[in-house]
Structure formats: C-alpha cells, structure tokens
C-alpha cells in the first residue's frame, strides 16, 4: 500500500542543496539526484513534471498579507476609492477617472517617488479629476522579455518570485501611504489573492481579453475592472469580456491558505470596456468612441457601467507607443470633453520621471525614473496634461 504523498514533510536543507547544486550543474534534479519526491510515492514519476527544474514552494497569500498587513486608513482609501471609481463609470461623479503611472514598476523606490509627486497634484485637481495612480508588476509578453517586478525583481534573469511579490505588496503599500489609490493589470490568476485587496481599479489586456481564466477571474475581484480591446482592434471581444465578467461563475482556484479550490462568484457589474488602439492603428477618435457604445449597448444592460461609457488609453496602439503623440492624443482627448463629447468617462496614461524608455538591465546599471518598457511621458508633461485635462472638465461642466 503506497503511503499518502501530502504526509511527508517538505524537502530538508540537505535534501534542497543536492537539488540547487544538480541545477547549477546543469542537471535535471529529478533525475539526477536521490532526494526522495512524491511522485516517486505515487509511482508516477516517470511521467510527471519532465520539464519542470523546480517547484519551489511560496508563502501563502494568507501569510503575505499577515506579514505586510495594510494599515486601516489604506483600509479605507481602498474602499472610498472603489465607491469613487464606481461612482464616475456610473456618470454619478462628473469628474473624470484618470488612469497615470508608469508602464511597469521596475524600481519601487522610483515609483514611491512618483507616487508622492502624483498624490500633492491629485490633491490640487481633486475637484475635476479623479487620479488613479498605475503600479503595474506583470507584463504579459508578445514572445519573451522582461515579465515584471513580481517574476523578475532584479532584471537579471534570476526569477526571484518571492522576493518580487513581497516587494510588490510593499509598494502598494506604500502609495496608499501617499494617499493614492492603485490601478493594476491582473495577468497570472495567483497574483491577486496576493495583492488585490490593495487594489482600486482592475485592467485586463488586449492580450488575455478573449481568455475565459480572464475572464472568470474578474467576475470575483472587488473592484471595478477595464477590458482593453484586443491587439487586433476588435471590440466585440471586449464587450464580451465585460458580459461574461458580470455574469456567475466556477472555476479552479486557490484560496488565501494556498490550498486547490472551486471558486464561485456573484460576477461583477463593474466591468467596462477600454479602447487601446491596435496593430492597425488608433481608436481614440469620435467616431470610434461613437461606434464602440453602440457595440457596448448593443450586448450590455443598460444598468452596466459599461453601458455608461468608456476610458481612452493614450498610449498602446493609440499612439504608436511615443510619448510625444501620447500627449497629443491626450490634448485631443482634452479639447472634445471640453467642447462636451458624450461617453468618455476616464483616461489613462503612461507616464513616469524620466520621459521616454531605456533597455532593461540591473537596477544599478539604469537611469533613475525612465521605464524599462514602453516609453513613458516625463513628469513635467504630464503635469501639464493633467491640468489640461482639469480644465476641460471645468469648461464641459459650462456646458
């Protein structure tokens, strides 16, 4: 009788060594070593896993979150700031939801300061616009590169998850403590038992807007969530998204003990649709934004958000990723609300420091401030922008 896998204890520090040093040998360590598996119990060993080097266990979710617990004022920032967000994609709240930050968070201590530049302008313009600051820490990949802060935190190929995801809850952490709340882009459907409760605004990509894990996974999140259209420029797919979202699922999960579960959620109404552009050009246009509410009202109850309007991402395919015709996209954007266009309900930016990009390599080899992804508009331009865009909610209301 074999005895049972899950009641032998986790690999001893010997046991691990002989796994590390059968690594950086070059070794398969399922092969090449003698450390007792469970698929050696279970007799499957010549079966499973023959192309996984490692499974190296991580803190659970539960664990992380008691170590790095979230203060009650982040607490309640969160929660007001989801009602807020709610409240604007409703069109309760005329101010305009503003979706600014880096493309990715390479550098926490760079983002922590931007952060604090953000939250003294989010604090001046609080009467026209709602500012949501983009902490993004997984970027999906067309083929290979840099995955972000969580899988690679020292840009070096190490892979040091564990590290990544505690430094990325720190970092939440920390602009709530500048008194921001936070937008993220939900890519592998682990992370956000780690970190979404500090999350205010959700993004799923052009990339993963079709995909039915994607999909589930948003109709159980707490916040509202946007999904782009896809890198083709298709909204249908969407709209869909947003309808599949809003409805009840069951799917494989984990909970926040680590352990394999079926989850079921209510849905989630929040969802909307965020037009990106694509590979064969922008959407940001009138037109397009006339046409993508009535695909959206077409498909959605007319309670949705979705139904309501949309946001308009300047960067992506809507400006060919450059800076500088992000920012004319986002003066365009600026001078149709105030002359009052109907169904554009927020904006989001790329936007850091250091205007531009630069090549991904170790923190100490990098320019302080400038994205290691898409290129990002510099702070002082998008302290304009984001006065530009104030402006024109006061001219629209005018009206």
Known sequence: MQSDPTSRPLNTPEELRAIHIAMREGKNPLTATDVPRWEDEAGISRIINRRVLELEPLPTPAQVLSELSMPQAAQDLVASSRDEI??????????????VGPCSVHDPAAALDYA????????????????????????????????????????DGSHQIRKGLLLARKTLLGVLNEGLPVATEFLEPTSPQYLADAVSWGAIGARNTESQIH????????????????????VEASVNGCFAAAQCHTFFGVDHLGRACAVETLGNPDCHVVLRGSSHGPNYDADSVAQAMREIRATMPASSAAAQGLIIDCAHGNCGKD??????????????????????????????????NQPAAPLKDLVYGRSITDRCISWDDTKELLRTFAKAVGERRWR
């Open 215 to 234: 999909r589930q996974l948003a109709s159980g999140l707490s916040m509202p969530v946007g999904f782009k259209n896809a890198t083709d420029g298709s």
């Open 323 to 356: 800076e500088k015709r992000e920012a004319q996209v986002a003066r365009n954007i600026a001078g149709r609300l105030a002359a009052g266009e109907r169904g554009i309900l927020g904006v989001m930016m790329e936007s850091f420091i250091e205007g531009g």
């Open 116 to 155: 604090h530049r953000l939250s003294a302008l989010a604090s001046e313009l609080s009467g026209e616009l709602l500012i949501v600051m983009r902490v993004y820490f997984e970027k999906p990949r067309t083929t290979v590169g840099w995955k972000g802060l969580i899988n690679d935190p020292d840009i």
């Open 86 to 99: 709610r409240a604007c994609l409703y069109a309760q709240d005329d101010r305009l939801l503003v979706i």
